[in-house]
């Protein structure tokens, strides 16, 4: 599909790596906790950006559990990329999310993983 006004194509869906861990301690976690996931970011981010496939676009801390965040064109390319650094976390249970697609879309398709 055109923008019809300046004849740019429409841009590609944006898929979604959504990965999901139980923390030990209060509603936040505990400290150590927040350092490793914190380390693990940025160790996703770098490893997502050097493979040109997407962005680590940061994490929600809440409820007794980190959500980390992660957007591309392609989400099977960009867990390939994640699921080493996501595997590491020590934090169960766990699991991701693929999303295919916009999240408001009618015809979102998504897949979870066990981590």
């Known amino acids: 599909m055109q923008d019809a006004l300046f004849d740019l194509p429409a841009a590609p869906p944006e898929h979604a790596v959504i990965a999901r861990f139980q923390l030990g ?53 960009l867990y390939r990329v994640m699921e080493p650094g996501l595997r590491a976390l020590p934090f169960r249970p766990a699991h991701v999310v693929l999303r295919y697609g916009e999240p408001a879309g009618d015809d979102v398709v998504s897949r979870r993983v066990e981590l």
């Open 25 to 77: 301690g209060d509603e936040l976690g505990e400290p150590d906790q927040w350092s490793l996931v914190f380390d693990a970011e940025r160790s996703l981010g770098a490893a997502v950006a050097t493979a040109g496939v997407g962005e680590v676009d940061g994490n929600e801390f809440g409820g007794g559990e980190v959500v980390i965040f992660a957007y591309g064109p392609d989400a099977d390319t």
